[in-house]
T-cell receptor, first 115, second 109 residues
Framework: DADVTQTPRNRITKTGKRIMLECSQTKGHDRMYWYRQDPGLGLRLIYYSFDVKDINKGEISDGYSVSRQAQAKFSLSLESAIPNQTALYFC??????????????FGPGTRLTVL | QKEVEQDPGPLSVPEGAIVSLNCTYSNSAFQYFMWYRQYSRKGPELLMYTYSSGNKEDGRFTAQVDKSSKYISLFIRDSQPSDSATYLCAMGTGNQFYFGTGTSLTVIP
């Protein structure tokens, strides 16, 4: 079984709809992240969470909200989807070790299309 | 100005060629430098990381960091068709990483 899972894998929705993307992990990591990937723009950080009670905005948080329901679950919501939120969304996790570098492990991605 | 700049390619090389992938960055505070590989319809996977300046070698892959020039490179020796993927550079201070746009590489048998 995959260590980081994302649901749904593909979603087509209409402008103005509320959408939730979910992420679960079995790696036991404290830290979880949401990124979006766009052609020509690369991966950009939306939100990150270092533990259940810690939520931080990333580079492009406007139009998004998140919820850390448990250590293993981190969901991303688009309250009112708009076409320029069409993108590939990735969840990632990392440990909170003291070595200085904590590798991020990515899920398989969710392809979201907003019409 | 973007934090990280990466030539998107695409890059197409014959099998066995040496491949050079590069990124530049603007933030001198960055300490960790990473290369991720992303196959089509998959999430990125860490290939290598380097702390501060210097070189790191892992099999056919060599990562170089030149902090004075704010320039990082990934070299792939004896490239194989299985190396065909998008390669993303990433860098940061430890808590937050910034990614390049990715370079698409195709190795032709």
């Amino acid at each position: 079984d995959a260590d980081v899972t994302q649901t749904p894998r593909n979603r087509i929705t209409k402008t103005g709809k509320r959408i939730m993307l979910e992420c679960s992990q079995t790696k036991g990591h404290d830290r979880m992240y949401w990124y979006r990937q766009d052609p020509g723009l690369g991966l950009r950080l939306i939100y990150y969470s270092f533990d259940v009670k810690d939520i931080n905005k990333g580079e492009i948080s406007d139009g998004y909200s998140v919820s850390r329901q448990a250590q293993a679950k981190f969901s991303l919501s688009l309250e009112s989807a708009i076409p320029n939120q069409t993108a590939l969304y990735f969840c990632a996790t990392s440990d909170s070790g003291t070595s200085g570098f904590n590798e991020q492990f990515f899920g398989p991605g969710t392809r979201l299309t907003v019409l | 100005q973007k934090e990280v700049e990466q030539d998107p390619g695409p890059l197409s090389v014959p099998e066995g060629a040496i491949v050079s992938l590069n990124c530049t960055y603007s933030n001198s505070a960055f300490q960790y430098f990473m290369w991720y590989r992303q196959y089509s319809r998959k999430g990125p996977e860490l290939l290598m990381y380097t702390y501060s300046s210097g070189n790191k070698e892992d099999g056919r892959f060599t990562a170089q960091v030149d902090k004075s020039s704010k320039y990082i490179s990934l070299f792939i020796r004896d490239s194989q068709p299985s190396d065909s993927a998008t390669y993303l550079c990433a860098m940061g201070t430890g808590n937050q990483f910034y990614f390049g746009t990715g370079t698409s590489l195709t190795v032709i048998p």
